[in-house]
């Protein structure tokens, strides 16, 4: 009976012990980014509850930079005694290593048992692209829903916060025509719509983007497309009159007052936005008609001109071109390359540009979570032109577009390794990360109305955001670390969830390797819904669809070849991947993954509820596909061949597939509203109008997975789609 008092009085007393401890964060208060990894650090002690004190204390942590010691963005860790001293090779560094000790205060560490540690970034460019809601690319409900969301910096700085936590160190802020949003051109001021009060707070929005992204040691780079005017600069000069709305797929408008006010604009941008990085040169939409070295030309007479004139320093992302032809749809050619070239090493030599330039491709056109495999960019395949020889001024950086899931959490740390791993040699600088359909900020998915533990849409999907940045700066990082986020965030329940998302996260990977693409529309894995090639529109994709696909990755084997070679008595090598052998992974994976969540009840927690919801709607995706591939193969067996077995074999599996549909719905109906997506804004013979009230959910699509049992019903044998 007395021990329980003494056990209660010893853990009273060892709780007001830790608690007591006091702790000294001494800093350099001139330096902006030492203030923000300071402030970090200290609230990561308050809410551990350590007292924070400048006199007599228990702890020390120091910050410093030693800029010789260490290099670029890398930080080191030392203990001694009661001190810990966190030190940066540059501002940035600093960041990061104060950010390593917070997070680990996080996951329980005392500072007692804080070890020391150093880090380096593997790549130096490691970027999230982000389409802007305001003169989109785009025109579409989907995007101007986040309109107001991305107006208040309080967005922002939740934003950039998550960027420099996962290492991210470049914002991209990217659509159509910027300037009028940021200046009153001095020669041109009719080109504004924007009353001075108005401008104002435009000007105001800007300006705390990139004071807040520098505070964080990430650069801010300024995309505009080209060539593009505000409407009122067209009204007032009659120039490019046939493109009031900003249609991107229009013929370049080269007037000699187009070029003089774009340029005058990239030099008053520059000059009154100082915190201002970069510039971004896209080589594309607005330039049809242009042959490759044209659009060159006038990037030099025009974009790099104004950076000149700006006389400061400012770096460049220098965008691939995406047409070898006067066209404004993808073509690459060997001449493209070599024009191309001679136009970055030519910035690059330029002494107001910071090197290196990053030269940009889109890592397999729109769908960089397919395979790790470079297979095609942005209008066909490369020649190799752009690294060999090695260049020594500019770096190839890999756009990892992600047109594929917008409403599930997903994170699969091995395929982000094995991705870079892949795609960085040494003329390779880095990653953008983002998507151009989809805009992270409003949440409009969540349909419950109780409470959870985000605000913003990126904030769902921090996994992905964590895994992606955390591995570009750090291959190696283990997934120790995203499992700790996970039972940090949810306690010892939630400790199979990284095991399961990396299970559970295939199943997109897997259908865009077996589905060959292109741009954005042609595929969107976690609806499986693509672009219908004679409908031209997006659609689900249908048994016979499946059937017909070509694949993207090499190694996998489509329906219609499999049954071909099977049939005449062919055989395939080990290593590739037929559709039953991809049925069989998916069964594995998914099997794997619902196993691992199926004994959790996140209770009233409903932000742990969405966590393992989303692993069981991919896994019940996962065995929705392999039935439907195992259904496929079944109905061209039947249809190539006859055999009343392989019919029936057929509906069973399609009509298992359904099961595994209704599934998903009875998960996502409750939680998911129904979602705007762009992939329904371009839909042929529908105004604009009727194009932002269609939806996406999995229960709208149930009647065409259904239909697939009928198509199997209704097959003739020797009759091969």
């Known amino acids: 009976m007395k021990r329980v008092p003494f056990l209660f009085l010893f853990f009273f007393l060892f709780l007001k012990i830790a608690v007591a401890q006091k702790v000294k964060v001494v800093y350099n208060k001139a330096l902006p980014q030492a203030g923000y990894a300071a402030d970090r650090l200290q609230k990561a002690l308050a809410k551990k509850g350590y007292t924070l004190n400048n006199g007599s204390t228990d702890y020390t942590i120091n910050l410093e930079i030693k800029s010789g010691a260490l290099g670029k963005e890398a930080y080191k860790i030392t203990t001694e005694n009661k001190k810990i001293t966190i030190t940066g090779g540059d501002a940035t560094g600093l960041i990061y290593g104060s950010l390593a000790i917070a997070e680990d205060l996080g996951n329980g560490t005392a500072l007692q048992n804080i070890k020391a540690a150093s880090e380096k970034p593997n790549l ?73 009060k108005e401008l104002k707070q435009w000007q105001e929005l800007h300006r705390g983007i990139f004071r807040m992204a520098k505070e964080r040691g990430i650069d801010t780079y300024l995309i505009p497309f080209n060539i593009f005017v505000s409407p009122e600069f067209a009204k007032a000069h009659n120039v490019a009159m046939d493109n009031l709305e900003h249609h991107f797929f229009v013929d370049g408008d080269t007037s000699a007052i187009i070029k003089r006010y774009t340029r005058e604009s990239v030099t008053q941008v520059l000059q009154e936005y100082p915190d201002l990085t970069g510039f971004g040169l896209t080589l594309g939409e607005g330039m049809g008609g242009m042959t490759p070295q044209q659009r060159e030309d006038w990037m030099q007479e025009v974009i790099i001109a104004g950076m000149r004139n700006a006389n400061r320093k400012t770096k460049l992302v220098h965008r691939i071109p995406f047409s070898g032809n006067t066209g404004s749809l993808g073509a690459t050619s060997v001449e493209m390359e070599q024009i191309t070239r001679r136009g970055i090493e030519k910035e690059a030599a330029m002494p107001f540009i910071e090197g290196p330039v990053w030269a940009d491709l889109k890592f397999n056109w729109s769908h960089a979570h397919s395979t790790p495999k470079l297979i095609k960019v942005h209008g066909g395949k490369l020649y190799g032109t752009y690294w060999n020889p090695v260049p020594k001024d500019y770096k190839i950086t890999w756009t990892a577009r992600n047109e594929d899931f917008f409403c599930l959490r997903w994170g699969v740390p091995g395929f982000v390794r094995e991705h870079i791993a892949q795609n960085s040699p040494e003329y390779v600088g880095g990653y953008f990360i983002g998507s151009e359909t989809y805009i992270p900020a409003l949440d409009y998915f969540t349909k419950i109305g109780g409470p959870v533990d985000w605000k913003y849409a990126f904030e769902r999907q921090w996994l992905f955001y964590k895994t992606w940045g955390r591995l570009l700066y750090n291959p190696t990082t283990p997934d120790a670390l995203f499992k700790a986020e996970f039972t940090r965030r949810y306690g010892p329940k939630a400790e199979n969830l990284l095991a399961a998302y990396t299970h559970a996260g295939t199943t997109p990977l897997r ?92 209770g009233n927690n409903n932000t742990f509820m969405y966590e393992v919801a989303d692993v069981k709607v991919w896994g019940n995706l996962g065995l929705y596909f392999a039935e439907k591939l195992r259904g496929a193969v079944d109905l061209q067996t039947y249809r190539t061949k006859g055999g009343e077995a392989n019919k029936q074999n057929a509906v069973k599996h399609l009509e298992k597939s359904l099961e595994y549909w209704d599934k998903v719905v009875a998960i996502t109906s409750p939680i998911y509203k129904e979602m705007p997506l762009v992939h329904f804004s371009e839909q042929p013979g529908n105004t604009k109008e009727q194009n932002d009230k269609l939806r996406f959910h999995w229960s709208i699509y149930r009647p065409e997975v259904a239909k697939d049992i009928e198509v199997a019903r209704a097959a003739k044998a020797n009759s091969i789609q």
């Open 511 to 602: 259908l865009a390797s077996s589905f060959d693409f292109t741009w954005d529309f042609s595929l969107y894995s976690e609806g499986f819904l693509a672009l219908d090639p004679v409908k031209k529109s997006v659609d689900y994709i249908s048994v016979d669809r499946q059937i017909n696909q070509p694949v993207l990755d090499p190694d996998y084997v489509s329906v219609k070849d499999y049954v071909k070679t099977i049939t005449t008595g062919g055989t395939f090598e080990k290593n590739k991947i037929t559709p039953l052998v991809l049925a069989k992974m998916l069964e594995d994976d998914s099997n794997k993954a619902l196993d691992l969540v199926k004994d959790i009840n996140p």
């Open 124 to 196: 130096p460019f490691r970027a999230i692209k982000f389409d802007l809601p305001w003169d989109t690319y785009r025109h579409s409900y989907s995007l101007d829903q986040h309109y107001e969301t991305c107006r208040d910096l309080n967005y922002w700085k939740a934003f950039l916060d998550m960027m420099v936590e996962n290492r991210f160190n470049a914002l991209t802020l990217w659509n159509l025509h910027p300037y009028t949003y940021m200046i009153k051109a001095k020669n041109f001021p009719e080109a504004t719509p924007f009353s001075d």
